[in-house]
C-alpha cells in the first residue's frame, strides 16, 4: 500500500472492505508517527538539544486478535502483513514504532532460555567440582551440559520465542528479497498521484 492508504497489491481471498478499513487506519497510525519522529528538537531542563528520532522504518500494531506489521521500503511503498494471532493468546492493543537503527522489536534472545534439566541436577561447590558424589577429577569446566535450545530446530525455537516474532521474521525475509529485486531492476514507486 501507498502511505495514504491505496491498496497496491493483496492476496485473496480477502474481505476488501476490511482490507480498506485496515489500510486507512494503518495510514493514520503509520503518517502520525512519522510525523511525531519529524517534530523539531525541543529543549530539555538542561537546555541541551534533544536529537531527532530515526526516520520510521517498521511499525507493529498488536491487536486482540491479529497483529499488522508494516515496513517502509519506498517513500511511497508500504508492505504490510497482517498475521492472526492464536485463540489462547490474550494481548491488548499496543504499537511499536522503530525507526532506522533501533532495536528490533519483538527482541530475540535465545541465549536466556531455560536451563536444561541435566544441568540442574550438577550442582557445584566452592571448589567447582560436581557434589553428585564423584571424585574430585569431574569438573563441570571440562564439560558444560546442553542447553535445551541447542537441540531445537530454528522452526521450534521460533515458535517457542511466539507469534509475532515469526510473523516479523517473514515480514523482514519478504521485504529483503523485494528490495532485491527493485534494486536489479531499477524500480521505483512512483509518487501517488491522489497527493499531487
Known amino acids: 500500500m501507498s502511505p495514504n492508504g491505496t491498496l497496491l497489491a493483496y492476496s485473496k481471498p480477502v474481505d476488501i472492505k476490511e482490507l480498506r478499513d485496515q489500510a486507512a ?3 493514520i497510525v503509520w503518517k502520525d508517527h512519522c ?4 517534530k523539531s528538537p525541543s529543549k530539555t ?9 530515526p526516520a520510521l522504518r517498521t511499525l507493529t500494531v498488536e491487536t486482540e486478535d491479529c497483529n499488522i506489521v508494516v515496513r517502509l521500503l519506498q517513500p511511497e511503498l508500504l508492505l504490510v502483513l497482517v498475521g492472526t494471532v492464536p485463540p489462547h493468546k490474550r494481548q491488548k492493543f499496543k504499537i511499536t514504532a ?17 536451563p536444561s534439566a541435566s544441568s ?5 561447590d566452592g571448589a567447582g567440582n560436581s557434589s553428585l558424589g564423584l571424585s574430585g577429577e569431574h569438573s563441570l569446566s571440562k564439560s558444560k551440559a546442553p542447553s ?7 522452526r521450534e525455537k521460533d ?10 521474521k517473514r515480514l523482514d525475509a519478504l521485504a529483503d528479497y523485494v528490495l532485491k529485486d527493485f534494486e536489479d531492476t531499477g524500480f521505483v514507486m512512483p509518487a501517488d498521484s491522489d497527493l499531487q
Open 35 to 38: 510525523v511525531e519522529r519529524q
Open 148 to 154: 535445551i535450545t541447542s537441540n531445537m530446530s530454528q
Open 159 to 168: 515458535i517457542r520465542t511466539g507469534t509475532l516474532h515469526v510473523q516479523r
Open 25 to 27: 487506519l494503518i495510514s
Open 120 to 124: 540442574r541436577l550438577l550442582q557445584l
Open 98 to 114: 522503530e525507526g532506522y537503527g533501533d532495536a528490533r522489536y519483538p527482541e530475540v534472545d535465545l541465549l536466556s532460555s531455560r
Open 45 to 53: 531542563d538542561s537546555g541541551q538539544d534533544v536529537r531527532l528520532k
